[in-house]
Nanobody, 125 residues
Framework: QVQLVESGGGLVQAGGSLRLSCAAS????????MGWFRQAPGKEREFVAA???????AYADSVKGRFTISRDNAKNTMYLQMDSLKPEDTAVYYC???????????????????WGQGTQVTVSS
């Protein structure tokens, strides 16, 4: 059974940092794009960042320059380093993996076939 498990969420003050992890099990995703999305209460799920199978990143404009996505294929794990956090970053963060082996960085949820259960990130002002 394929599982994606997020960890690292929590409560942090504005300007602080958090590092999210997404550990995959059941299959390897070294040849697949992976991504992070988030969903705030009353809002649709939105793209945060994605990383291609070759390690190329893509970011939403709202997090560019503050968040860094990375992956460790040996550990079958993806990360999201979040710095200079703002209250508007408060949301449930989800990791996702694409089952295709394309070289792009998908930004829409329908491109992803596997999802984690989410981890809450709360940024206080």
């Amino acid at each position: 059974q394929v599982q994606l498990v997020e960890s690292g969420g929590g409560l942090v003050q504005a300007g602080g940092s958090l590092r999210l992890s997404c550990a995959a099990s059941g299959r390897t995703f070294s040849s697949n794009p992976m991504g992070w999305f988030r969903q705030a209460p009353g809002k649709e799920r939105e793209f945060v960042a994605a990383i291609s199978r070759s390690g190329s990143p893509a970011y939403a404009d709202s997090v560019k320059g503050r968040f860094t996505i990375s992956r460790d294929n040996a550990k079958n794990t993806m990360y999201l380093q979040m710095d200079s956090l703002k209250p508007e970053d408060t949301a449930v963060y989800y990791c996702a993996a694409d089952s295709s082996t394309s070289y792009d960085t998908p930004t829409i949820p329908s491109r992803y076939h596997y999802w984690g259960q989410g981890t809450q990130v709360t940024v206080s002002s």
